[in-house]
Antibody
Framework: EVQLVESGGGLVQPGRSLRLSCAAS????????MHWVRQAPGKGLEWVSG????????GYADSVKGRFTISRDNAKNSLYLQMNSLRAEDTALYYC??????????????WGQGTMVTVSS | DIQMTQSPSTLSASVGDRVTITCRAS??????LAWYQQKPGKAPKLLIY???SLESGVPSRFSGSGSGTEFTLTISSLQPDDFATYYC???????FGQGTKVEIK
């Protein structure tokens, strides 16, 4: 079964850091680009970051550029999001999503169930 | 940045209705557009990619059309399972539309 399982969310104070993980199974992880997408409570979807199959191409939304870092470990079938200098507006459910291709230029065909990040003092 | 504008924001319809949702891009995105369905408490589900290609396993009552800046998602005969929120997404830079909630009339 193709599956993405996120972890690492929680309650964190403004200005602190958090690292999200996404464990992939059921497909050849290193063939595909991967992304993080977030959804604030009651709001729409916002793309956060994407990474190509070999980490050679990486992109970030302007709202997180310079604060968040995406990475992947193909040997561990895992995707990560290091989030620094967190702000209240980063509060959201964070989804891991699989790209239909390897170069981060396609639609997202598999999604995890999300991990909740709450930034509050 | 490429902005995606969906209309309407909310749509009230009955089972069996033909439903059309529109998505407009602020600049040409060729056919690099996807449509997703999201139900409350669930992750989004890919319905359509490359503007008109039906994702595997998605019922044929869903269809997509358009290119450039104007796109539509059509549900030919609305089923009870289709009441949800629908998002378009351009994947030149992965911007989503604001969503269209399809409600029971």
């Amino acid at each position: 079964e193709v599956q993405l399982v996120e972890s690492g969310g929680g309650l964190v104070q403004p200005g602190r850091s958090l690292r999200l993980s996404c464990a992939a199974s059921g497909f050849t992880f290193d063939d595909y680009a991967m992304h993080w997408v977030r959804q604030a409570p009651g709001k729409g979807l916002e793309w956060v970051s994407g990474i190509s199959w070999n980490s050679g191409s990486i992109g970030y939304a302007d709202s997180v550029k310079g604060r968040f870092t995406i990475s992947r470990d193909n040997a561990k079938n895992s995707l990560y999001l290091q989030m620094n200098s967190l702000r209240a507006e980063d509060t959201a459910l964070y989804y891991c999503a699989k790209d239909k291709g390897g170069a981060a230029t396609h639609a997202f065909d598999i999604w995890g169930q999300g991990t909740m990040v709450t930034v509050s003092s | 940045d490429i902005q995606m504008t969906q209309s309407p924001s909310t749509l009230s319809a009955s089972v069996g209705d033909r439903v059309t949702i529109t998505c407009r891009a602020s600049q040409s995105i060729s056919s690099w557009l996807a449509w997703y369905q999201q139900k409350p408490g669930k992750a989004p589900k890919l319905l359509i990619y490359k503007a008109s290609s039906l994702e595997s396993g998605v019922p044929s009552r869903f269809s997509g059309s358009g290119s450039g800046t104007e796109f539509t998602l059509t549900i030919s005969s609305l089923q009870p399972d289709d009441f949800a929120t629908y998002y378009c997404q351009q994947y030149l830079k992965w911007t989503f539309g604001q969503g269209t909630k399809v409600e029971i009339k």
